[in-house]
Each structure stands twice: as structure tokens, then as C-alpha cells.
């Protein structure tokens, strides 16, 4: 079945530091969502990239969808300690299919 | 509006026991998930039901039921749980469309011994 996976799994910086996370898939994607999910929390949606090239930024957080929709990234500019969590890709292969496929997660941590 | 709830929020069973993980979800939505959350893994999904009537085994489906009691409710069942059925359980509801967020309910931790 389509697999996506995500790089690094954990990262630890200094508070100020940039962090990014890299979401890969083998098959072309129909779109890509981000979700944050907090210690102890549950994932919670962060945004939906959907044209080849698509960038999106939210404040600090960038988000990218590669051209050829195989990849995509989330950037962190001048973490803070609210930035801390699991950050996950999520993946539909096919416009409309039910089912979501999670990258395993980048677990980030700070130092403040 | 709550969202999506789950109950109960904690849960220790023994091997062999039995019990039902409830979902309710306010939003009218049409497709509701199950998954599992393990350390290093990601969430992988259980079970699914695109539309009140309808489920399909997601990724790792062994050792579980489901039922889509009505358009709000989607209940997850262990027969006879296992240790590897050790796990945090998500359920999460969508409304197919433009805009396709999943929605995710507070989470069961479940502890089998």
C-alpha cells in the first residue's frame, strides 16, 4: 500500500533555533495535510497543500509541496517552546479516497 | 459544539477480556477513522466508515470490530484483548469535500496486562 515516510523522527534544538521535517512518498500525491499533535494531546490539523509547488506559511511555520507532488516539507523559523510536539504529514493518494496515510511523526524538542 | 468525543479516557484490562471504545462525533459528518498510536509508528489506521452503514478494514484491523451505530457514533470493540493491543486509540471524523480535515477526539489509552 502507499507508504509515506518522514525524516528526522526526533530533533532537538535551542530555543531560536529553525527546525525542519521532510515528508517523502514513492507515488504521486493527490494532496498532503500537517498535523501538530502536543504531549499527551491528539492531532490536530494544521493545513492542506494541494497544487504541485504550493508554498503556505502560517506566521513561523512554512509549509511546501514539492513539484512533482511526491514531498513535502514543514519549516519552523525561530522555534519556541509552544512549537514543541509531534509534527505529522498525512497523505491521500487519490482525490476523494477515504483513507489518510500518516508519516510516523518528528518528534521536536527545545531547549529554552 | 463538542467535536468528537471518546470514552472512556483510560482503560487497564486483562488478556482475554472484552470491551467497547465509544466515538460520538456533532459535526453531521459522513466518515469516521479509528487508529492506534504506538511509539515510532505514527497512527495507523484500524477500521473506517466512509458513510452511516458502511466499514472498511483499514491497515491493521486484526483483533477488532466495529460498528456505525448512526451518523454520529462509530464504537471500536476488542473481543479478547492482547498486550500488543496495548496502544492510544484515536478516533477522528471528516467531511468529505473541498477542505478534507480530520478531526480527532480526545484519545482512550488502553493498558492490557
Known amino acids: 500500500g502507499q507508504q509515506v515516510m518522514q525524516i528526522p523522527q526526533y530533533q532537538h534544538v535551542q530555543e531560536g533555533e529553525d527546525f525542519t521535517t521532510y515528508c517523502n512518498s514513492s507515488t504521486t500525491l493527490s494532496n498532503i495535510q500537517w498535523y501538530k499533535q502536543r504531549p499527551g494531546g491528539h492531532p490536530v490539523f494544521l493545513i492542506q497543500?494541494?497544487?504541485?509547488?504550493e508554498v503556505k506559511k502560517q506566521k513561523r511555520l512554512t509549509f511546501q509541496f514539492g513539484e512533482a507532488k511526491k514531498n513535502s516539507s514543514l519549516h519552523i523559523t525561530a522555534t519556541q517552546t509552544t512549537d514543541v510536539g509531534t509534527y505529522f504529514c498525512a497523505a491521500r493518494g487519490i482525490q476523494g479516497a477515504q483513507k489518510l496515510v500518516f508519516g510516523q511523526g518528528t518528534r521536536l524538542t527545545i531547549n529554552p | 459544539n463538542a467535536g468528537v468525543t471518546q470514552t472512556p479516557k483510560f482503560q487497564v484490562l486483562k488478556t482475554g477480556q472484552s470491551m467497547t471504545l465509544q466515538c460520538a462525533q456533532d459535526?453531521?459528518?459522513?466518515?469516521m477513522y479509528w487508529y492506534r498510536q504506538d511509539p515510532g509508528m505514527g497512527l495507523r489506521l484500524i477500521y473506517y466508515?466512509?458513510?452511516?452503514?458502511?466499514?472498511d478494514k483499514g491497515e491493521v484491523p486484526n483483533g477488532y470490530n466495529v460498528s456505525r451505530l448512526n451518523k454520529r457514533e462509530f464504537s471500536l470493540r476488542l473481543e479478547s484483548a492482547a498486550p500488543s493491543q496495548t496502544s492510544v486509540y484515536f478516533c477522528?471524523?471528516?467531511?468529505?469535500?473541498?477542505?478534507?480535515?480530520?478531526?480527532f477526539g480526545p484519545g482512550t489509552r488502553l493498558l492490557v496486562l
Open positions: 497543500l494541494v497544487k504541485s509547488g
Open positions: 459535526m453531521n459528518h459522513n466518515s
Open positions: 466508515s466512509a458513510s452511516e452503514g458502511t466499514t
Open positions: 477522528a471524523s471528516r467531511q468529505p469535500g473541498r477542505k478534507e480535515t480530520q478531526y
